[in-house]
Nanobody, 127 residues
Framework: QVQLVESGGGLVQPGGSLRLSCAAS????????IGWFRQAPGKGREGVSC????????NYADSVKGRFTISRDNTKNTVYLQMTSLKPEDTAVYYC????????????????????WGQGTQVTVSS
């Protein structure tokens, strides 16, 4: 069974940090581009960051550049999103997703290209 499972969300104060994990089962992440998306209450799903299968390319939304870092450990079949200097506007449900590396990497911030999605993890930034 193909599955992506996010973890690491929680409640954090403004300025704090969290590291999200996206673990895959039932398939090997080596062959997939991985993206992180988020959805805040009453808003649409937003692309946050994405990473190529070999980790030689990454992309970030302007709103998180310099604060978030995406990485992957293919030996652990896991992708990470390190979030620092968190702001209340980062509050959302965060999802990871995967699509085959045979497709163009430059599409990675568009949710429509992704085949597999996790169930999401809640991140709340509040004092």
């Amino acid at each position: 069974q193909v599955q992506l499972v996010e973890s690491g969300g929680g409640l954090v104060q403004p300025g704090g940090s969290l590291r999200l994990s996206c673990a895959a089962s039932g398939f090997t992440l080596d062959y997939y581009v991985i993206g992180w998306f988020r959805q805040a209450p009453g808003k649409g799903r937003e692309g946050v960051s994405c990473i190529s299968s070999s980790a030689d390319s990454t992309n970030y939304a302007d709103s998180v550049k310099g604060r978030f870092t995406i990485s992957r450990d293919n030996t652990k079949n896991t992708v990470y999103l390190q979030m620092t200097s968190l702001k209340p506007e980062d509050t959302a449900v965060y999802y990871c997703a995967a699509y085959p590396r045979s497709m163009l990497f430059r599409l990675c911030m568009f949710s429509d290209v992704y085949n597999y999605w996790g169930q999401g993890t809640q991140v709340t930034v509040s004092s």
